[in-house]
């Protein structure tokens, strides 16, 4: 275990302990709950955060049946926290102005954060579909009025397995598109039954042509061995390489944080791209838009942000992507896609954030 990974679980541990520690006490105090049975739910929170933990760093596999529920129920945490802090507002304010706060409203917190958690659980099963018109200048006229799927973010292993991953591919072919993008986090959770998920990718791939570009949650597990059973499933890979597919050019980028700018723009550069072909980057985090749109490129596809994914951690994602935490964005002739994904990463649950696959219908010049 490398000090990285050390520093990262005594921080994770520390936090997810003081959350649950601290929700546990303000509850205890809403509901006047006398020392034995404080003690208790306090015990309690001191538990849950010391199973997640173990759970996530000693056994990061799909065959770990405790991997969602788990997951889960740090998610529901979370909100308990949530409606606990502005609980515990309250209660302060109550004790300044010598009020005594009644049970109900510790009731009605409490409730309101078991179900802002389920609801979360229940929306990341559903997947919508959103659909956006591109012009691809220059493309060849037979590319009018064709479409692709963009999908991202998938995340399959720990949380989603063969189930999730036979789903999200017979709604691709529900749509039949042309060609798919998927903008990577293929997989996640370093120990993955990948022939069960990448069997479903197979028969896509023998009927559709898929292209993909890896993303950051590739990098925590098998790295190569992702790449290999996706090339397996007869997905193109797109490792900082180029094809071209009908007249349009397909390239991508292997993950790169926004601190990798010099890094990535000697990548994108050399990609070479003809500029009067007209050219799609898959590029995981939607990211560098001033060195892509240099090198040609009329659209770049991305996921990453998850649009936050649940809220309100939509306003801490929305601060470090700005406007392409989500949806169309245009720079000059570039245009750029952000979908918020189809999978999770983290508690299994997506609150005012649902999962969703991408249609780009393409027109021509």
Do not use: C
């Amino acid at each position: 275990m490398n000090i990285i990974r050390i520093v990262f679980l005594v921080v994770i541990t520390v936090t997810t302990f003081s959350i649950s520690i601290l929700t546990a006490k303000i509850y205890s105090i809403g509901f006047k709950l006398n020392p034995i049975n404080s003690r208790i739910v306090l015990s309690i929170g001191a538990l849950m955060p010391l199973i997640f933990i173990l759970t996530m760093f000693f056994d990061r596999s799909s065959k770990n049946p405790f991997s969602y529920p788990v997951n889960a129920l740090g998610g529901i945490i979370f909100y308990l926290f949530i409606t606990g802090i502005l609980l515990g507002i309250i209660i302060f304010i109550g004790k300044i102005n010598h009020t005594t706060i009644p049970l109900s409203i510790s009731t009605i917190f409490f409730s309101l954060g078991i179900l802002m958690g389920i609801a979360g659980l229940i929306q990341a099963k559903f997947i919508k579909t959103t659909s956006y018109t591109i012009n691809l200048p220059s493309a060849p006229i037979e590319r009018n009025d064709k479409k692709a799927v963009l999908v991202s973010d998938t995340h399959f292993g720990l949380i989603n397995h063969k189930s999730f991953s036979d789903k999200v591919v017979s709604k691709i072919l529900n749509i039949d598109p042309d060609f798919v993008l998927h903008a990577g986090d293929f997989y996640d959770g370093p120990k993955n039954d990948t022939a069960s998920i990448t069997e479903s990718w197979k028969n896509l791939a023998e009927k559709i042509p898929v292209f993909y570009a890896p993303g950051n949650h590739e990098e925590y597990g098998d790295y190569e061995g992702f790449l290999t059973s996706i090339k397996n499933a007869g997905v193109t890979a797109l490792v900082d390489s180029s094809t071209t597919y009908k007249g349009v050019q397909i390239a991508g980028i292997t993950y790169r944080d926004k601190n990798q700018l010099e890094n990535a723009s000697i990548a994108l550069k050399n990609l070479n791209l003809d500029k009067n072909t007209p050219s799609i980057l898959i590029n995981h985090p939607p990211t560098f838009q001033k060195t892509v749109q240099e090198i040609g490129v009329d659209l770049m596809v991305s996921g990453h942000t998850h649009k936050g994914q649940f809220w309100p951690i939509n306003f801490i994602v929305k601060r470090i992507y700005g406007k392409y935490i989500y949806g169309v964005n245009k720079d000059g002739d570039l245009i750029t896609i952000t979908t918020s994904g189809v999978g999770t990463a983290g508690p299994p649950l997506r609150l005012f954030n649902t999962p969703e696959l991408v249609i780009i219908n393409f027109t021509t010049n």
